[in-house]
């Protein structure tokens, strides 16, 4: 049960790594399963599709590592030079294997396709090596031992190396080292703070033992996580407590639940349906609740209104008011709100105004100035704001924070 | 001109780049830039937030090539270790540098913010270090030698990190390794067509020497990236001109362009306005083109109308309409096209209305069925699309779609 845990790396191939052309989210999903599973990655590397790079870093890694697990560079085209370097690595040279051979004529007679004289290419494959299955391509992976190390290759086509990790090197691995069983992990998602006072909140707080608390920062959010060793769920829901009790009211979501999904299951709760007229996030507010599918059980309908004639024609906002007291404002938001409610009957009516930028900023309203009015049958709030940073970041800041008003009136409304 | 390239590689640090919380679309970001001003990234590399492992994968990568470009681990919190291990690798020790209070402060004043005790952490860097302003936000960037070789160092969060990458990183490297001359390279962007035809249209193309043709697949659009050697950039236009030829109407923007990008110079060429009813997308469209600065000289309003109330009261859809033919039916889309712009005075007015499910779909009108509507003072025309997909996936096709039948109506305009 309690294996020590092996040093893993992941090592990706490619050109397209190397200048930026695709993210490499295949060592992050390598990493996210093996993790759940509950085995730790040391490190990641990526070297380009060159024979002599690809080798040194798998002796590198080899030597540092338990496993190795590799993706990219095993397809038909000749800047494919993974196998071969792999050989090269492992002290044997490449032949062709028969079943490789019979994996592409099944795989190609599967598809009814036709296969290329390039696939010949992809039986070449290092003498020692295991072959590991793989349904949706024609590339195999292959495991071969690297010095004391195993390591692992798989293609580089992302639902082909998903299949192939959860078929054969994920049982591989636990064949080897043993089971370490899930790690528990939480985790705390926190909105309106800026990171340095996430810090602040958790300070000095005592985590029972085997429990580590990190931060991860996915903008605008700031997770706190909770990560334990195996058979820790106990403490770990502990620590969970504990820190919940420090970050309060900034506290949107846990775990796998996201601040949309707790918005649209109060929305059902409550019954409560929803306009909006938004000015600066043009619609973003909007385009994210109906994201979500079922919605419409809650969402009337929404105004995107840029222009002052809009705003009077469409949410009865007097001319007059605007004249005074600039479009951006705390009256024109309120004003704003409430004709979208008395427009739509909706229980709740939304809206936002403001200066996204680079634009439009006076050094009374710079730009990220932003007001936020709600209103319901009863009264209409509105608040100012100043959000840091570009017009992208100015109305993603504002449509968390209208969607964060929104979860805490509901919760209001939910009692 | 002729600088040798120097080897250049990406560290990346992060305990949450490890466990595939997040994915690195640092690296990815820093290597794009770099090669498009002509250097190339050799190697990239991820270590957990621990002293020991950042110290020596900095050594490693110092030893091997002439600069390593640094992300991560300088937060305000205690497990930012970066600074830390950079004074390990580069043989000194770590000292509060009066320039990182001074900008620490100042940048607390601008924001009208506090500073946190956590906060005096990040003033304490390499003493050998030269530091890199970062105006958006505390953590300062920072250059050490390590060996023979630079580090930079920049904080993890990508807006302030691509600020410091321009202003600071690059120019340095191009005043120590001379200015290589960016390698040209020329990015066609297409829409509308599956992937593997991207394949069949440009199948038995004759490239001149030197020039080297790759997919690039970022969903919905399919990209065709030509890559030339030093200095040849007349070959790579001709190749560019002869993808061009093949792929024909299915290309929406080239190079740094993008359709959106194209839309609003159409949008300010025509003097167009512009205004938008959106069912199925509830707002993406309006965000879209809000999200440009700008777009208030030529976008008017936008209607989210979820409900038939909506449809009726905002845009004028008689209820009659709805009831014989359906929400989701070309007569439907062009009764909204029609009210908006009615409504708005707007030059054009575009609609949809869709089944974006997983719910909602019928043998006659499955899920993905979308009417799309343009309207003009003199007349409006509807399509009908079936897209593929899930939800998501059929509002961003849809998105998409009427992105580009926005674009061809300005170009007949523009004439």
Redesign the interface.
Known sequence: MTATLPNLAVLSIGN??????????N???????L?ARGF?????????DERA?IAE?LLFLARRNAAVIVTGGLGPTEDDLTAAAAADAAGTTLASRPEALAHLQAFARRMNRQLHAENERQTFLPQTARLLDNPLGTALGFAVAIEAATAYFMPGVPYEMERILEDSVIPALIEAFGDPGALPRRVLKLFGL???????LI?GIQLPPGVEL??????PEV?I?L?GVPESSAAVDAAQALVRERVGEYLIAEDEDTIDEVLARLFLETGATLS?A?SC???????R???R????AY?????????N??KS??LRVPAELIEAKGAVSAEVARAMAQGARL??GSTLALSVTGI????GGTPEKPVGTVYIALADAADCEARGY?F??????V?VFTTYTALNLLRRRLLTLKG
Request: hydrophobic letters at 40%; aromatic letters at 6%; charged letters at 25%.
């Open positions: 397209e790594l190397l200048c930026g052309e695709i993210v490499d989210t060592a992050a999903h390598i990493e996210a399963r993790f730790r990655v040391r490190e990641t590397k990526s070297v380009p790079a870093a800026p990171e340095a006072e996430a810090g602040a300070k990190a931060y991860c920062f996915k903008f997770h996580i990560r909006l938004e996030t043009g619609g973003l507010i909007a385009a609740i109906t994201a599918a079922g919605s419409s969402f009337l309908e929404g105004a995107v209104t840029y222009s004639a809009a024609r469409l427009n739509s996204a930028g680079p634009d100043l840091p940073g570009d017009r992208e970041r109305r």
